[in-house]
T-cell receptor
Framework: DSGVTQTPKHLITATGQRVTLRCSPRSGDLSVYWYQQSLDQGLQFLIQYYNGEERAKGNILERFSAQQFPDLHSELNLSSLELGDSALYFC????????????FGSGTRLTVV | QQPVQSPQAVILREGEDAVINCSSS?????VHWYRQKHGEAPVFLMILLKGGEQKGHEKISASFNEKKQQSSLYLTASQLSYSGTYFCGTPPNFGNEKLTFGTGTRLTIIP
């Protein structure tokens, strides 16, 4: 157990639907990052939150949104889902300094049918 | 822009050595290395900071050359457990926590 908890582990949904992915960071970490990994692809940065505030944004689609709550857990909302949104979605957390690296959660595998 | 890793894939026999390179078109402030086994989350291996440091982790070490804007990961006497995809990650500037990950290198160790 890395200390970063992601739920659900698997999600199968139809095109056009909306889903919410949840992430609880490692205890004490204030930063949360969301990454998308498509089949056999690299890790694409979506968005970062630090202590409740959005800190950095990547190539995140307008159909996607995220937030970080006062208890530091984060949610990634994906709407109007398309087949191409099928991917592994990872959440990672880090301490204030990233010299200790990111700690990744086990990911949510989203399949859009 | 995404760092470019080479080779894209490599197959080695147990006990052989491997070198994985990570090159950036932008200045590098630090370089992270991660290993991801199939179907699992990436796991942090080490961080290289400016200054040409070489860090070690068991039989895995790395170097960082900020002038050449590249880092190399060295795996010596590889073990079956080293199999996986290796990613380098770099921040866009000093003090930035966001990492852009490289294209990845798939390493397969066979008995």
């Amino acid at each position: 157990d890395s200390g970063v908890t992601q739920t659900p582990k698997h999600l199968i949904t139809a095109t056009g639907q909306r889903v919410t992915l949840r992430c609880s960071p490692r205890s004490g970490d204030l930063s949360v990052y969301w990454y998308q990994q498509s089949l056999d692809q690299g890790l694409q940065f979506l968005i970062q939150y630090y202590n409740g505030e959005e800190r950095a944004k990547g190539n995140i689609l307008e159909r996607f949104s995220a937030q970080q709550f006062p208890d530091l857990h984060s949610e990634l909302n994906l709407s109007s889902l398309e087949l191409g949104d099928s991917a592994l979605y990872f959440c990672a957390s880090s301490a204030r300094s990233i010299q200790g690296g990111y700690t990744f959660g086990s990911g949510t595998r989203l399949t859009v049918v | 822009q995404q760092p470019v890793q080479s080779p894209q894939a490599v197959i080695l026999r147990e006990g052989e050595d491997a070198v994985i390179n990570c090159s950036s078109s932008k200045a590098l402030y630090s370089v992270h290395w991660y290993r991801q086994k199939h179907g699992e989350a990436p796991v942090f291996l080490m961080i290289l900071l400016k200054g040409g440091e070489q860090k070690g982790h068991e039989k895995i070490s790395a170097s960082f050359n900020e002038k050449k804007q590249q880092s190399s990961l060295y795996l010596t006497a590889s073990q079956l457990s080293y199999s996986g995809t290796y990613f380098c990650g770099t921040p866009p500037n000093f003090g930035n926590e966001k990492l852009t990950f490289g294209t990845g290198t798939r390493l397969t160790i066979i008995p």
